[in-house]
């Protein structure tokens, strides 16, 4: 069994399309019927994320941790103990590609960091800022990105490495950390493929939010 982790803090607007997405993702024909069981962590919501995650066939699970680190903790203990081998995770302001999973997997790794795609730019995001992302952003093979939005992981490997911390920001750049001191085979990919929002406001204080921003205001 396949587990998809979404963290979800007041995501309202763009909660249905991940859904969507991850449904059709968990449907395709390359995983031959095995079961893909969705899981969205609600964190401290106040707008209608619960009533959105309520209409369709996932689960959900609320906290009051605002923390997106304790979430992903949280969300990864719901699908082990239901005996998941393998969580992929993404993020509510994401769309995953409808072979994402079957890309994840394809690789044959302990854990897949794969890249993102910017939706649409953010209207403060001009010309020279976007040169200056495309500059230092390489979505290729063999890159060194870190992305919750796109990141897959064993459950074997998950555990011998400890696990998601309690971090505000980069509780995925400290588990992939991890997972290289534990001698873990990790792909870095771009063939999984996630478009994701390239919105300012960021739920999550020094995410790619924050990365865009600093970005855009540049020079």
């Known amino acids: ?31 031959l019927g095995e079961t893909v ?10 707008d209608r994320s619960s009533e959105i995650v309520g ?3 996932v689960h959900s699970m609320a906290i009051e941790a605002r923390n997106v680190g304790q ?18 995770c993404s993020d509510a302001d994401s769309r995953v590609a409808h072979d994402w999973l079957v890309a994840q997997l ?32 390489q979505p290729r093979e063999g890159h060194r990105h870190i992305h919750g939005a796109n990141l897959g992981i ?6 011998r490495a400890g696990g998601f911390e309690p971090l505000a920001c980069d509780e995925d750049v400290q588990l992939v950390r991890q997972l290289e001191r534990c001698g873990a085979n990790i792909a870095w990919s771009q063939r999984p493929q996630v478009l994701t929002s390239a919105r300012l406001d960021s ?3 020094g995410g790619f939010g924050d990365f865009l921003r600093d970005m855009a205001q540049i020079g």
């Open 1 to 31: 069994m396949i587990g998809i982790l979404i963290p979800a803090h007041n995501e309202e607007d763009l909660l249905e399309e991940c859904l969507q997405a991850a449904l059709l993702a968990a449907q395709h024909e390359s995983l």
């Open 154 to 159: 064993s459950a074997e490997a998950y555990r």
């Open 71 to 88: 979430a992903r903790a949280a969300g990864a203990r719901f699908l082990l103990d239901r005996g998941v081998r393998w969580i992929s």
């Open 203 to 205: 739920r999550a204080r």
């Open 106 to 137: 394809a690789l044959g790794a302990d854990a897949v960091c794969g890249t993102v795609t910017v939706d649409a730019w953010h209207e403060s995001f001009d010309e020279s800022a976007q040169i200056r992302y495309h500059q230092q952003y």
């Open 55 to 57: 209409s369709y066939p």
């Open 37 to 46: 069981e969705v899981l969205v962590v609600l964190d401290s919501c106040t």
